[in-house]
T-cell receptor, first 115, second 115 residues
Framework: DAKTTQPTSMDCAEGRAANLPCNHS???????VYWYRQIHSQGPQYIIH???NNETNEMASLIITEDRKSSTLILPHATLRDTAVYYC????????????????FGQGTTLQVKP | EAGVTQFPSHSVIEKGQTVTLRCDPI?????LYWYRRVMGKEIKFLLH????????ESGMPNNRFLAERTGGTYSTLKVQPAELEDSGVYFC?????????????FGPGTRLTVL
């Protein structure tokens, strides 16, 4: 089962920042927070990941709370093309017999960017 | 660089028939994953290959599903015989490694419809 909870849906105005929250209260010390998104009719697409520090790349920023029990994905200037389902995933960092790098998806948040 | 490709993009078959899905990973990626989303459910992990070896088959639903990766390049997923509940979208992903920093690149998926 997914170890994260996300709101089912959110709206955002085009050009504004989209802030997508995620709760992962049972996260362990060796688990990363990953974000993927799925635009309609495409495969999931990697966005960003982090352990405990805030991260930023060309697509988004990831803010992780100090206790690591929640995080927020920020799309700084949302466009219509950012309309998608966004998945917050907790993933174990270490490789071993119990972890093969598989991703465990939840229901995700459907983000609708409106003009 | 070509991404992950999947064939066919869409398959419609009757219950009891056999279908074979193909995935071509990104060149050089030893790790290959199969996932699927059935109607109304989350994306679920099926199995993981490292080169030609099955590393984790824990997500395979039953013995009607057979995955192969001969030679460690492309992979096939055969469903025989297909049942109505097998309808959904089957995704393939590849990565250069299983660790958290090895991004998984997804293909566009194969939409399977069993009538």
């Amino acid at each position: 089962d997914a170890k994260t909870t996300q709101p089912t849906s959110m709206d955002c105005a085009e050009g504004r920042a989209a802030n997508l929250p995620c709760n992962h209260s049972t996260i362990s010390g060796n688990e990363y927070v990953y974000w993927y998104r799925q635009i309609h009719s495409q495969g999931p697409q990697y966005i960003i990941h982090g352990l405990k520090n805030n991260e930023t790349n060309e697509m988004a920023s990831l803010i992780i709370t100090e206790d690591r029990k929640s995080s927020t994905l920020i799309l700084p200037h949302a466009t219509l093309r950012d309309t998608a389902v966004y998945y917050c995933i907790v993933r174990v960092a270490l490789y071993g017999s119990s972890n093969t790098g598989k991703l465990i998806f939840g229901q995700g948040t459907t983000l609708q960017v409106k003009p | 660089e070509a991404g992950v490709t999947q064939f066919p993009s869409h398959s419609v078959i009757e219950k009891g028939q056999t279908v074979t899905l193909r995935c071509d990973p990104i060149s050089g990626h030893d790790n290959l994953y199969w996932y699927r989303r059935v109607m109304g459910k989350e994306i679920k992990f099926l199995l993981h290959f490292v080169k030609e070896s099955k590393q984790d088959e824990s997500g395979m639903p039953n013995n009607r599903f057979l995955a192969e990766r001969t030679g460690g390049t492309y992979s096939t997923l055969k469903v025989q015989p297909a049942e109505l509940e097998d309808s959904g979208v089957y995704f393939c992903a590849s990565s250069s490694g299983p660790r958290v920093y090895n991004e998984q690149f997804f293909g566009p998926g194969t939409r399977l419809t069993v009538l």
